[in-house]
Each structure stands twice: as structure tokens, then as C-alpha cells.
């Protein structure tokens, strides 16, 4: 979109940002704001063969650009809650979105190699109470 580089050039912004807009009822683009770091697209990015941090990194230390190559078509990406979701509404079996789900090549939520989301995400919805973690009760003193 040519506003958001108009933006991103006047405020000299280097690197990684996404730039959230929304129209107004005359149908304009109003900046929401800007978030100067990497989304979550990097990753089925990084799937299909193409490293983004290393080329932003290689730009913002002056470092020549490697031969960036053709990104590989086809990756799939699971945001699993509203995923499932979808399916459900679709009417498609969980056991059928679960088997898709689990031949996508970026999780959002779960992969073998990095658990840690998933636990947190669990961890999350256990209550406080519950996990035994209440907060001390204030001294009396």
C-alpha cells in the first residue's frame, strides 16, 4: 500500500513493521498503528524455504543480501482454536480437521520440537486457585 510506505518513510523506519489500518466511512485509510517487529507470517515463511530475519538482519547491518530463493508454494499454517472452529462450522469432522492439522507444516500451537506454546496455552486456562498459586494473604502486622 502506497500510505504505508509513505508513513514508514516519514518516520525513517527501518526494518521489520506492520502497519494496521482500517477505513473510515468515507472508505479512507486510517493508520491504527505500527508494530515495529516481526508477525507471525515469518515462520510458514521460514516453511517455504524463505529465512525473512536473516534478510532484515543482513539489510540493517549492511551485510549484502544472499540470493534469496523462490519460496516453495503450498505451506500450510494451523491456528488451531479458530481453525477448528471453522471446521466445525463447516461441518467437517474433527478427526478429519485433526489429520489436516497435523500435516500442516507451521503450528501456531503445537509442534514436536517446541512444546513450550502448547503448555503455556494449558497452563493458561488452569485457575490460579486451583494450581495452588493464590497470592500470599497480607500480614496482619
Given at each position: ?23 473510515d ?83 501456531s ?13 494449558l ?19
Amino acid at each position: 500500500m502506497t500510505l504505508g510506505r509513505e508513513i514508514v518513510r516519514r518516520i525513517a523506519l527501518r526494518g521489520v513493521a506492520k502497519l494496521d489500518f482500517k477505513r473510515d466511512r468515507a472508505g479512507r485509510p486510517r493508520l491504527l498503528e505500527v508494530n515495529p517487529r516481526f508477525n507471525l507470517w515469518h515462520h510458514p515463511g521460514a516453511k517455504a524455504g524463505v529465512n525473512l530475519p536473516q534478510l532484515v538482519y543482513r539489510d540493517l547491518v549492511g551485510l549484502p543480501r544472499a540470493k534469496v530463493p523462490q519460496a516453495r508454494p503450498g505451506v500450510r499454517w494451523c491456528v488451531h482454536e479458530p481453525d477448528l472452529r471453522a471446521a466445525r462450522a463447516a461441518g467437517i469432522p474433527v478427526t478429519r480437521w485433526f489429520a489436516w492439522a497435523l500435516s500442516c507444516e507451521a503450528q501456531s500451537l503445537f509442534a514436536l520440537d517446541d512444546p513450550m506454546p502448547i503448555v503455556r496455552r494449558l497452563l493458561t486456562r488452569v485457575p490460579r486457585r486451583s494450581a495452588g498459586l493464590r497470592p500470599p494473604l497480607p500480614s496482619k502486622t
